[in-house]
């Protein structure tokens, strides 16, 4: 079992910065890969960034220049998301998803924090 905190969220005018933070703990080391997921009411989750248990990362195409993704160390036990330049559009709760592969090619199994609040606005 892996438990996920995520902190950081917030109130920020367009083109600020906020930093968010993805604390784990438990089994962080059979986690493979760690990412960013948003939600904005009415649409579906949408993967931000993702950054594997190797280090490599992914950041997806509407957020790439402005976001990047990061991990202490070589851990997979605390995780963040460094957001420039943030948009309205931005504006979405903000999810913390960590999984590790199952044997055999029997899937992977999900654990997720309790999401964030981002809101920007003038």
């Known amino acids: 079992q892996v438990q996920l905190v995520e902190s950081g969220g917030g109130l920020v005018q367009p083109g600020g910065s906020l930093r968010l933070s993805c604390e784990a703990s438990g089994n962080v080391f059979s986690i493979n890969a760690m990412a960013w997921y948003r939600h904005t009411p009415g649409k579906q989750r949408e993967l931000v960034a993702s950054i594997t248990s190797g280090g490599i990362t992914n950041v997806v195409e509407s957020v790439k220049g402005r976001f990047s993704i990061s991990r202490d160390g070589g851990a997979m036990n605390a995780m963040y998301l460094q957001m420039n330049g943030l948009k309205p559009e931005d504006t979405a709760v903000y999810y913390c998803?960590?999984?590790?592969?199952?044997?055999?090619?029997?899937?992977?199994?999900?654990?997720w924090g309790q999401g964030t609040q981002v809101t920007v606005s003038s």
């Open positions: 998803n960590a999984y590790h592969l199952l044997p055999n090619g029997a899937g992977r199994d999900d654990y």
